[in-house]
C-alpha cells in the first residue's frame, strides 16, 4: 500500500492513477484527453487529446 501511495505522488496524482476511459489534464498541451491504454513498454500512455492520439508519460498527466 505504501508503494502504490508513493507512485500516485511521482505521478502528481492524489487519487488512484488514471486509467483507460478516464479523463485526464495534460499540462504541456493545456487540455484534457482521454486515456486511451495502460502504460506501454516504454512506460508512456496513449491519449486522446481533441482529434489527435499522442503517447505521454503518467506524470504528465493528473486525473480530472
Avoid: H, Y
Avoid at 491504454?37 to 491519449?47: I, L, M, Y
Amino acid at each position: 500500500r505504501a508503494e502504490a501511495e508513493q507512485d500516485r505522488r511521482r505521478q502528481g496524482t492524489e487519487g488512484p492513477a488514471p486509467g483507460v476511459g478516464d479523463t485526464v489534464w495534460i499540462e504541456r498541451f493545456g487540455k484534457e484527453g482521454i486515456v486511451l491504454s495502460e502504460r506501454n513498454a516504454a512506460d508512456r500512455v496513449r491519449v486522446q487529446v481533441g482529434n489527435v492520439k499522442v503517447e505521454v508519460s503518467p506524470s504528465e498527466m493528473k486525473k480530472v
